[in-house]
DNA sequence: ATAATTGCAAAGTCTTTGCAGTTTG
DNA sequence: CAAACTGCAAAGACTTTGCAATTAT
């Protein structure tokens, strides 16, 4: 199975983006850059900010922020909220849900096939689309399971 | 576990916060009592504490935010994280589950039942136990979808 | 009495926004 | 060049915390 470099699958989101009509600057190239580069990983957008300050420590916290967000709307990202506050972002293309511990705050994933029949039931059921590329459960990992057998 | 009859649910709640060695106080009694009307349904922080004011003015946001954490720690109460920060906050034996749609903000209810084989599969092939009473996931709903066959 | 609880105000976290200057296409 | 994008600073939503006064047991 061929796997796209980093760099490749950047320069076909910038094109994307670019013939959206959306421009194409240092600080969005560095922000696609990592989240290619997180490839699948949970990222907040501190993690992101941080990341895009590598290459480039000018750019601000809320640029990165109106980036997200105008990458959300062309489609290319997405993000979830894990819990108290705090959103993680990926690329739209990532198919994997999370399973968040409450006890250590590990991140399990689980590819989307785990859930698919679920998403089936309640689309029949209750005429409700699950987000199909990614949301959080939360619950006990095993390490924490056990460690603290029962609550 | 034992459902009461005559005794109305607020007063169990409280005796058992006492049985722990809590303190009741007006307050207490008022949020306790907030949280047994919204009975299943989803009510944030701001909601509880427009409630309780509604009996008692003085008692401070804070106060709810603190009792709240009191009542979790007790494990009569839980909360899940609906999308963008804000959380809401129930019962711990109300069994259901939340479908939050992205675009209208609706929020659809699943009894346990729907979930339960999904629980199982995490639970045997990855070791992580969801949380038993209430969680979220995101999607679009019926409406919605109908509206905007396509995205 | 005495330790838990409260109100208040202030701070903390995460995210958004108005604006004037800069850059892209 | 015009529209889009940016940094900055300030505000906004939601929640937490330090403290002295109050209150339940």
């Not at 941080?50 to 640029?63: C, D, L, M, N, Q």
Request: hydrophobic share 40%; with cysteine.
């Amino acid at each position: 199975m061929w796997k796209p470099r980093g760099v490749d699958r950047t320069s076909v989101i910038l094109q994307q983006l670019r013939s959206d009509g959306t421009r194409i600057t240092a600080a969005r190239r560095a922000l696609v850059t990592a989240l290619v580069d997180a490839d699948g990983h949970h990222v907040t957008a501190d993690d992101l900010v941080e990341t895009v300050h590598r290459s480039i420590p000018a750019v601000h916290r809320s640029t990165v922020y109106r980036t997200l967000e105008a990458l959300e709307q062309a489609g290319v990202v997405e993000h979830v909220h894990l819990g108290h506050g705090r959103a993680v972002y990926h690329l739209s293309d990532d198919r994997h849900h999370h399973l968040v511990c409450e006890r250590c705050g590990a991140v399990v994933e689980v590819p989307e096939a785990v859930v698919a029949p679920l998403r089936e039931q309640l689309a029949v059921g209750y005429g409700f689309v699950v987000n199909g590329r990614h949301f959080a459960l939360p619950g006990v990992c095993r390490a924490c399971a056990a460690l603290i057998p029962a609550d």
